[in-house]
Protein backbone atom coordinates (compact mmCIF):
# COMPACT_ATOMS: atom_id res chain seq x y z
CA UNK A 1 0.00 0.00 0.00
CA UNK A 2 1.31 3.10 -0.74
CA UNK A 3 1.50 5.92 1.70
CA UNK A 4 3.22 8.15 3.97
CA UNK A 5 3.96 7.59 7.56
CA UNK A 6 4.36 10.24 10.01
CA UNK A 7 6.31 9.75 13.33
CA UNK A 8 8.18 12.26 15.77
CA UNK A 9 5.24 13.68 17.53
CA UNK A 10 4.96 13.44 21.15
CA UNK A 11 4.60 16.21 24.66
CA UNK A 12 7.13 18.54 24.85
CA UNK A 13 7.62 21.49 26.82
CA UNK A 14 7.94 25.27 25.68
CA UNK A 15 11.43 26.03 24.23
CA UNK A 16 11.52 22.59 23.20
CA UNK A 17 12.40 20.57 20.14
CA UNK A 18 10.88 17.83 18.51
CA UNK A 19 11.77 16.52 14.97
CA UNK A 20 9.29 14.80 12.84
CA UNK A 21 9.88 12.83 10.06
CA UNK A 22 7.73 11.61 7.34
CA UNK A 23 8.64 8.33 5.59
CA UNK A 24 7.10 7.18 1.95
CA UNK A 25 6.20 3.56 2.10
CA UNK A 26 5.62 2.01 -1.01
CA UNK A 27 5.36 5.69 -2.59
CA UNK A 28 6.91 6.79 -5.06
CA UNK A 29 7.23 11.20 -5.43
CA UNK A 30 5.76 12.49 -8.42
CA UNK A 31 6.02 15.75 -7.86
CA UNK A 32 9.15 16.14 -6.03
CA UNK A 33 7.84 18.54 -3.74
CA UNK A 34 6.60 17.64 0.05
CA UNK A 35 5.55 19.86 2.29
CA UNK A 36 4.66 20.20 6.32
CA UNK A 37 0.93 20.88 7.43
CA UNK A 38 -0.30 21.62 10.92
CA UNK A 39 -4.11 21.37 11.79
CA UNK A 40 -5.89 22.38 15.00
CA UNK A 41 -9.59 21.56 16.09
CA UNK A 42 -12.31 23.49 14.06
CA UNK A 43 -9.15 25.66 11.94
CA UNK A 44 -7.82 24.90 8.83
CA UNK A 45 -5.09 23.12 7.34
CA UNK A 46 -2.62 25.20 7.12
CA UNK A 47 1.22 24.78 5.47
CA UNK A 48 3.84 25.44 7.60
CA UNK A 49 7.26 24.45 5.19
CA UNK A 50 8.06 22.76 2.37
CA UNK A 51 10.61 21.39 -0.26
CA UNK A 52 10.84 21.28 -3.60
CA UNK A 53 13.82 19.65 -5.52
CA UNK A 54 12.08 19.44 -8.76
CA UNK A 55 15.19 21.73 -10.51
CA UNK A 56 17.73 19.40 -8.47
CA UNK A 57 18.37 21.42 -5.63
CA UNK A 58 16.57 21.81 -2.52
CA UNK A 59 14.37 25.23 -2.11
CA UNK A 60 12.36 25.77 0.53
CA UNK A 61 9.86 27.81 1.86
CA UNK A 62 8.34 28.72 5.50
CA UNK A 63 4.96 29.91 6.87
CA UNK A 64 6.17 33.09 8.60
CA UNK A 65 4.88 31.86 12.17
CA UNK A 66 7.70 29.10 11.88
CA UNK A 67 10.53 30.75 10.08
CA UNK A 68 13.58 30.83 12.30
CA UNK A 69 12.31 27.92 14.12
CA UNK A 70 11.64 25.32 11.32
CA UNK A 71 13.27 23.70 9.35
CA UNK A 72 12.64 21.11 6.79
CA UNK A 73 15.15 18.65 4.96
CA UNK A 74 15.12 15.60 3.33
CA UNK A 75 17.40 12.63 2.94
CA UNK A 76 17.87 11.93 -0.53
CA UNK A 77 19.32 8.56 -0.04
CA UNK A 78 15.74 7.15 2.09
CA UNK A 79 13.65 10.12 1.06
CA UNK A 80 12.73 10.55 4.08
CA UNK A 81 11.87 14.49 4.61
CA UNK A 82 12.46 15.54 8.04
CA UNK A 83 10.55 18.88 9.94
CA UNK A 84 13.19 19.86 12.92
CA UNK A 85 11.15 22.32 15.05
CA UNK A 86 13.02 24.37 17.56
CA UNK A 87 11.54 26.96 20.05
CA UNK A 88 8.35 25.35 20.43
CA UNK A 89 5.25 27.99 21.77
CA UNK A 90 1.63 26.27 22.98
CA UNK A 91 0.42 28.03 19.62
CA UNK A 92 2.74 24.89 17.96
CA UNK A 93 0.31 22.47 19.11
CA UNK A 94 -1.36 20.75 16.05
CA UNK A 95 -1.99 17.78 14.40
CA UNK A 96 0.92 17.64 11.80
CA UNK A 97 0.69 16.06 8.41
CA UNK A 98 2.78 15.74 5.56
CA UNK A 99 2.21 15.34 2.03
CA UNK A 100 3.09 15.47 -1.69
CA UNK A 101 2.19 19.29 -2.75
CA UNK A 102 2.51 21.20 -5.43
CA UNK A 103 5.28 22.58 -6.24
CA UNK A 104 4.43 26.00 -7.49
CA UNK A 105 1.91 26.19 -3.99
CA UNK A 106 3.73 24.15 -2.08
CA UNK A 107 2.36 25.26 1.26
CA UNK A 108 -1.49 24.93 -0.06
CA UNK A 109 -3.52 22.01 1.47
CA UNK A 110 -5.73 22.55 -1.56
CA UNK A 111 -3.03 20.87 -3.81
CA UNK A 112 -1.70 18.37 -2.04
CA UNK A 113 -1.77 14.63 -3.86
CA UNK A 114 -1.16 12.58 -0.43
CA UNK A 115 -1.10 13.36 2.65
CA UNK A 116 0.35 11.20 5.82
CA UNK A 117 -2.06 10.27 8.73
CA UNK A 118 -0.95 12.49 10.82
CA UNK A 119 0.72 12.93 14.37
CA UNK A 120 0.19 14.80 17.38
CA UNK A 121 2.40 17.52 18.27
CA UNK A 122 1.51 19.12 22.49
CA UNK A 123 3.63 21.78 23.45
CA UNK A 124 2.66 22.75 27.10
CA UNK A 125 3.82 23.38 30.33
Known amino acids: QEQLVESGGGSVLPGGSLRLSCTPSGYTYTLFSMAWFRQTPGKEREGVAA??????????QYADSVKGRFRISRDRSTEVVYLQMDALTPEDTATYYC????????????????WGQGTQVTVSS
Open 99 to 114: GESRPTAPLSARWVTR
Open 51 to 60: ISWATGTDNT
